[in-house]
Every structure is written in C-alpha cells, then in structure tokens.
C-alpha cells in the first residue's frame, strides 16, 4: 500500500532539530513490510506546514491509500483540521491518528476529526495490521490496540501487548526523508535521534511514558545496538547520537556492556541520555564518559520533599547537586528538567525551585524549565482534574507556542481543550499570577547567570586563564 | 504608528512611557548598563545594552519623553533625540511600554483645580 506519514508543524525554527525518530521507525518498519511509505514533515515546510488548507493540498500530492498523523502535545488541533478537510477533498483515503495524545483521548478525537482510525499505544505492529484490514487481508475486528467508528458508536478494541524482543524492529531508514539536510541537528553535527529501549518501571504520577510503553524496560541487545549505530556511521555519517530512552541508565549491566563494545569496535561517536538522578554512580559515569558520552538530561522536576512525594521521585536537593556535580566533574554536560505550578506548590516551593535554578545555571548546568500542564493518561491528570485552569500565558512557559504562525496559533485556539500547554493546575496556596511571576523571575535569572559565565569566560579568556 | 504620527511633535516629547505590567524585568549588574526582559504575554525575552537599557530604566511612568532625552543625552551624548523617539516607538510596537497623556492629564489637573477653586 502507499502509505503516508505526516509530522504536524511544532516548532518550526528548533535549532537543534534532529528527524522525527517515531515517525522514522514506523515508517522503517513498515517499509520492511513491503509498504511504500513516504514521510512529509511539515516543520521543514513553514510556509506550507502553518495552513491546513496548504498541508492538505501538499499531502494530496502523493495520492497515498493511508495516510498517518503523529499525535502529541499540542498537535491535535492541527491533525483535527486536517483531517476534516482532508476527507471532504478524498473520501477514501484511511486517515489513521497515533501518538501519546491519541492514544489517551481517542474517542474525543475520532469524533472531532473525520479520522477513520486512532492507533493506541506502540504503533508498529497495530498499525501493520490495520493495513492488513484495508487490503482485505484481516479482519478489523482482530486488530488490537484500535479505536474506530461503527455505525452504532465508537468502539475500542483491546490494548496490544508491547514488543518484547526489540531487536526483531528495523534499523530506522532515515533516507526516507527527501533531506536530511534540511534538519540543522543534522546538517551541522551529523546528529541523530536513537532507541535503544522502551519501557520504564517508575510509577511518577505526572509522566505517560509507563501507560504508553509498558513499565517493564524492553532493551535492544547491545551487539544490535551496536551494529544499529555501525549502520548510521556508514549509511548517514552519524557523528553524535541523542539516545531518547526515559531511563537509560536502568540496567547497568547492559550500559556497561553497551559501552565496552562502543570502546572494542572503535565507535567514536558523541553521545547523550536522558535518566534519573538516582540511577547514575560515579563508575557508571566514567564507563559512559570513555565511551563517548558527552551529557546527561536528568529529570529533577522539583526540589521540595512535598511535591516530590505527590510526583513518586524523592532525593534530597542535596543528592541532585552531588549527581549533577558526579556528571560535571566527569566532564560532561549535565542538564536538568524543573517543573512549577504542582497542586501542592507553595511559594516557598516554588521559591526554592527558582534559587536551585539559579544555583545550577551559575554553575553551568542547563535548565529546562516547563509549567505543569495536565497531560492525558497521566494519574495526576486524573487525580487532579478539577484543578484544572486556564494557564495565564502559555507562550511563556512553552516557548515553541511563541514561535508558531500566527494563523497556525488561531488553529491551536480554536480547540482550546486539545492543547495541554493552554492549562495548568490550580494550586491553593499560589495564585496563577503570582506563580507565573516567579516563573519569568526564573527564566531571567537563568539568563542573567548566563551573561555572567559568558562575561567571565571573557575576562579570563582576557587575562590567558583559559 | 498612526497615532504617533497625527500627534502634535511637542505633546509627544510630554507623554510618560511606562513598563507594562506584564514584563517582568531586571538590570544586572554588567561593565555596561544591561537589563533583560520577559513579556509574558508573547513569550519573548529582551536583553537591551548600553542607552536602550538607560531607556528602558528611565521608562518609570514618571518621566516624560522629554525628561529622559535630556538624561541620554547627558550621559550619551551621541544619541540624538529622535534615536530615543524611535527606540521608545520601537517598545511601543512590541507591546512592552505604554504612553500616557500628559497634557491631557494636565489638563484634567487644572481643570479639577479650577473646579475646587470654584466650590
């Protein structure tokens, strides 16, 4: 079948854009299974990806049978859009939705948008079988893992158990992009996006990554792993890889074996990871930093014993500055993610939160600092629903808001209940201003420290001290 | 801009700019006059160097145009009047200050003075 994969525009000037990985691997996948498949990523495309109207006339082009759309964050207004004018232009075409945000609200936005199906959860199988149905070959009431409209109402068939032997997925064919080179991540570091697993055993209750894939961390072997990057240094010219894992650093068995094969085949690639504060240990930190890793992504989200108890993830501020500490000392880049605006915030919370993210940025760690926002399928969302308020300025706590089109932003404002950056959480003790306040004094904080290291990197570079 | 335009030259310079509630700001402490700014509402952070900085500080809702040209021009003496009318158009245009009236309010002082003296 010919089948198209469509990547919504989310923001479209990242300077560090690497190619979508998901869409990549189902798109691998499926080749794999004797498809024609043909990826359009609307983010390369900002005059064509901001209008339904040009993306729809773009997409008719490759008179596709299917076509797929990635669905998370706040992408669902666009896809809703998209997918209402694009079956008023062809009718017979499947629309098939997938992605996080779908998976968790798939009836809603069956019914919004014209869409034929919604894929829940780990797309590859489910989403191979489905092409089954439209070529006649299965019946759709075997497919597990759907969401789809009969006549008589909407119906959900059974959850599909994840992939258990992660090696039995293809190498990722990223010539399935018309150009790479498009994408700076790409273009000027030689850098890919890469899984090596899927899966994590903590219960945080403000994450969907258990829900999504499964709370058992399912591994690629490191010999695949290793013949998996081997293929993107000779195919791609791969020079550094971004390794998405949520938990990385779980197994340390497998990491340290991962790392001696690095070491053994002469793999000299840069290197990061996303994991846990309470997951590295000085000896494992080594072991990655000689295999080429050049960062660590830590999910710190909050430094106050209460909200860390409602999240499920608790260490002492003190813990997180001796990993952080572990991880620059080995040199290698640390960066942590905070989160603001829990139920349970304080202004003394958030005050401590800000000054940890000052303490950290003098000391050169990265800050990603985001406003909770209430994400599907998440416990907390669930727990916390009439919490729920409109957030006072939602270009501000998520920055790739402030990048959009304006005539792509009204079509985010249109489905105002589709996009999780347009509410937080109320909390009782701080008022949504007052908090937003704090967020902003935080952020300048962050740059006004970044201005000083810049300065004194100067002045030392002035004075031949570095 | 069109405002701006049709206005009287001479009521302009007495208008008061005056940061909007929604920037969040802060002058740091650098060899030159620095300040970095947040307007919530866009998302769009500012970093202003040197006289814009100035600018930007003497912006206090207190000061007349007029009143801040002669402090630039004090301590900067090369910039001229019409580039700290265009920086201030410029602030203006981006949402970040708002200018008020003076004459106007000027005259409403006058007039309520006029009418207690009546009373």
Known sequence: MKVLLVNPLFDPDDPDAVPPLGIAALASFMQTKGHEVRILDLNLQNRIGASVESSVSKSLMYEADVVGLTCWGNLTPFIIEFCRLFKSRRPETKLVIGGEYASFRAESILKESKGDFIVRGEGEETFSHLLHVFEGKENVGQVKGITYKEPDGILHLSDRRPLMNMDDLPFVKWDLFDDLEQYRGYRDFRRLPFQASRGCPFKCIFCSVQRTWGEIQRKKSPKRIIDEIKYYINEFGLEQLCIYDDTFTLDKNWITEICSLMLKEKISIKWNILTRVDLVGKDLLKTMKNAGCVGIFFGVESVSPQVQELIGKVYTEEFIKKKVAETVAEGMLAQVSVIFGWPVDTPRTVDRLSRFCQKMARVGVGIHQHMLFPLPGTKLTEEYSSSIIPNPYPKMTQPSLAKLPPEYYSILERHKEYVPDFWMFKSEDIDPQELSRIFAETKISIVEENIHRAAKVTTYQRLGLI | ?119
Request: a positive charge; aromatic letters at 8%; proline letters at 3%.
């Open chain 2, 1 to 119: 801009m069109l405002k701006w335009r049709r206005k009287d030259r001479l009521s302009l310079l007495e208008d008061i700019p005056k940061i909007k509630g929604r920037v969040v700001w802060r002058s740091i402490e650098e060899d030159k006059p620095t300040v970095i700014a947040l307007d919530m509402e866009s998302g769009f952070l500012y970093t202003f160097q040197d006289a814009s900085a100035r600018i930007w500080q003497l912006c206090d809702g207190e000061r007349t145009i007029s009143q801040i040209i002669n402090v630039i021009q004090q301590e900067f003496p090369r910039i001229s009047q019409k580039d700290v009318i265009k920086f201030i158009n410029e602030l203006k245009e981006d949402g970040l200050i708002e200018l008020h009236d003076n004459m106007r309010r000027q005259k409403k002082i006058l007039a309520s003075s006029f009418k207690i003296n009546l009373l």
